[in-house]
């Protein structure tokens, strides 16, 4: 046997702790009257604001956006089929992203009780520069497994030189479309809040997961 073509994937991962954390927060308010419902919930806001620009200025908040308000009315059915008056909602959602895990904790537990106040999803991720190192590295790491597994074959058919021909994410190879569900890299990691949260909240944030998956393609000699 003088050549072969060997087809192989190759794989890696990397588990990293987030530097980031990003949190949704939305303050509502309801009631019969629009004007109302709209004061109050400006009302409700403006602590949260407070609380979030205060931290931003210490440097533990490193980003926020506020959302516009947002109103909407419903007129909801009696037992007797019959269309009551409106019901007016009014919401105003923010997003911070904090640097310390522990400061987020804190800050969670300040405002949880607070009137109107709904604690959503928390995302915690890594900064642009250290993501894209990373998933550098683990991209590497997957083409030396690939490389690996070639030359594997390779020996066990008593050939000891192989070629790249070809390499690519995978599925591109193997079925000429990428495979859904199934791309080069992955990141995972989060957690979530209950609206009714107790007053201390403590947690460790979940490692991020950056998964790297290629297909390659060697001629053995």
């Not at 919930?41 to 947002?70: F, Y």
């Not at 009014?90 to 009780?113: G, K, Y």
Request: aromatic share 6%; hydrophobic share 45%.
């Amino acid at each position: 046997m003088s050549e072969v073509t060997v087809t192989v994937r190759g794989e890696h991962e990397a588990r990293v702790a987030p530097e980031r954390a990003t949190i949704r927060v939305s303050v509502r308010a309801e009631g019969s009257e629009r004007t109302t419902v709209v004061e109050h919930v400006m009302r409700l806001a403006e602590p949260v604001r407070g609380s979030i620009t205060e931290r931003a200025e210490e440097g533990s908040v490193v980003d926020w956006t506020s959302k516009r308000l947002s109103v909407r009315a419903e007129r909801p059915w009696n037992n007797d089929g019959k269309r009551l008056a409106p019901v007016y909602y009014a919401s105003i959602d923010f997003t911070a992203t904090f640097a310390e895990a522990s400061e987020l904790s804190i800050w969670v537990s300040d405002i949880s009780p607070w009137d109107g106040v709904e604690v959503g999803w928390v995302d915690w991720h890594l900064t642009r520069v250290t993501r894209t190192q990373i998933e550098r590295e683990v991209a590497a790491e997957a083409v030396s497994v690939a490389v690996t597994r070639a030359k594997a074959y390779a020996g066990a058919l008593g050939l000891d030189e192989v070629t790249p021909l070809e390499i690519a994410d995978v599925g591109l190879i193997s079925s000429g479309q990428p495979m859904p569900g199934a791309p080069m890299m992955k990141a995972r990691g989060g957690v979530a809040f209950a609206a009714d949260a107790a007053p201390a909240m403590e947690y460790e944030p979940e490692e991020i997961v950056i998964s790297a998956t290629v297909e390659a393609r060697f001629l053995a000699r």
